[in-house]
């Protein structure tokens, strides 16, 4: 069975200052490994994606993610936080038929 | 990547009545899922879609209590029915974005019932 495991409920960074989530996973094959961002009252945007190549994906809103197969993990990380980055991070893992599984989420507060 | 429209993005019901939410693809996808997230939880998934068949459904959700339709390749129904206070959720629906490996949601429906 496929599973995620977010450590982080919670982090609070400084304006400017870098960020990084942590993600686990659990899954028996090559897994499809995303990571979702949700602001209040939003639905889910896609910030990156892993299925194949290069371990290091760039994604959008300057964020970016290595995939660790030795480690079961894909952690997500950001230079430098804006205030607009605040929100619920979602990592999930699935396969080509694309039925995820979410981890528990990471909500992140940005202070001035 | 596609475009889902989802409806209602909001509403408020009373116990026991059902409440259908509707999901629209800009374009023909594969796989629909639909997806519910608990107040301050992630997001668990309720079944899958299967166009012109009954869905398969994950443990814990039945048939009886979500009925999906997808008719088609672009559009699918989960219908929330007898509704109780525990139901209240945000329902979102997904589709696979094969060309982009993707999976992408519709905005969800925040569904209260009082």
């Known amino acids: 069975a496929q599973s995620v495991t977010q450590p982080d409920i919670h982090i609070t960074v400084s304006e400017g200052a870098s960020l990084e989530l942590r993600c686990n996973y659990s899954?028996?094959?090559?897994?499809?490994l995303f990571w979702y961002v949700q602001s209040p009252g939003q639905g889910l945007q896609l910030l990156l994606k892993?299925?194949?190549?290069?371990?290091l994906v760039q994604g959008i809103k300057g964020f970016e993610a290595e995939f660790k197969r030795s480690q079961s993990s894909f952690n997500l990380r950001k230079p430098s936080v804006h205030w607009s980055d605040a929100a619920e991070y979602f990592c999930?893992?699935?396969?080509?038929?694309?039925?995820?599984?979410f981890g528990a989420g990471t909500t992140v507060t940005v202070r001035a | 990547s596609a475009v889902i429209s989802q409806k209602p993005s909001r509403d408020i019901c009373q116990r026991g009545t059902s409440l259908t939410i509707q999901c629209q693809v800009d374009s023909q996808v594969t796989m629909m899922f639909w997806y519910r997230q608990q107040p301050g939880q992630s997001l668990t998934l309720i079944a899958t879609a299967n166009q012109g068949s009954e869905a398969t459904y994950e443990s814990g959700f039945v048939i009886d209590k979500f009925p999906i339709s997808r008719p088609n390749l672009t559009f699918s129904t989960l219908t929330v029915s007898n509704m109780s206070p525990e139901d209240s959720s945000i329902y979102l629906c997904s589709g696979d974005d094969r060309l982009n490996t993707e999976a992408f949601f519709g905005q969800g429906t925040r569904l209260t019932v009082v």
């Open positions: 892993y299925f194949s190549g290069d371990t």
């Open positions: 999930a893992v699935g396969s080509n038929d694309y039925k995820l599984s």
């Open positions: 899954y028996g094959a090559t897994p499809y």
